[in-house]
Each structure stands twice: as C-alpha cells, then as structure tokens.
C-alpha cells in the first residue's frame, strides 16, 4: 500500500504532536491549527492534484470549529463533483462523548469518531475499518 497523505487539525500542539507520532509510518502528515487552515489545505490539496487520504479533525477549535470545518469540506466536494466513495476520509478527533457531537459528526458524512485521550491502537483500528492501512 502505498503512503498515505495526512492532514491534521488540531489547535493544542500536544495533540497535533501525538497525532502526527502515531500516524507519519503510514506516511506524510501535515497539520494546521483551525478549521479554516483545514479547508483551505483541503482545496490546495484538490487543486494540486494530491488529495488527502485522511484528515485528522478535532472538534472544538476557535473561528471555525471541526463540524463547521467539516461541512464546508463536504460542500466543496460536492460543488466539484467529487462522489461520495471518492470525498476525504474525515476522522474527528474529540475530548468530548456528547451524543450531539457524535450525531452531527456522522449527519455531516464523517468517515469515524475518536474521543481523546489519543490512543495509537484506536486509531489504527479506524484506519484499517476505512481500508488506508
């Protein structure tokens, strides 16, 4: 398989350090610091020609957090009609169990749920169920 392209979210640097410790032997990991930063790697990436496999967002950042952030991306796969099987993997990455959370995060087609603290093996488990690892 071959490596994957990551892209990370998070606004508290421990997190975005752990995260990218866990997932750069699956390949190449960049990260921002907000939602906005995510859609705009997102486009870039689209644009560029080297989409993302897996974006890596948390829920609960400043300006635009990870369900805005989220819907927005999916809006811009639409508008370029990019189909369902082919839009990013998108992994939410949240200290929170809310349920309202956990049910927006799927209504806005989330490809999984992580709650913090991050654990290497879950998110290995989330990344082979999506088939990247």
Sequence with gaps: MSALRILIVDDESFSRKILEQCLREYGECDTVTDGLGAV???RAAHV??????CVML???MPSMNGHEALATIRKFE???GIEKDDSVNVIMVTGCEETDDYRQSFDQRCSAYIVKP??????DVALKRLGLI
Excluded: P, S, T
Excluded at 118 to 123: G, M, R, T, W
């Design 118 to 123: 991050i654990k290497k093996q879950n998110l």
């Design 48 to 53: 560029e020609g080297r989409r993302y496999d």
């Design 40 to 42: 705009q790697a997102v």
């Design 78 to 80: 639409d508008d370029e």
């Design 58 to 60: 948390d829920i609960d």
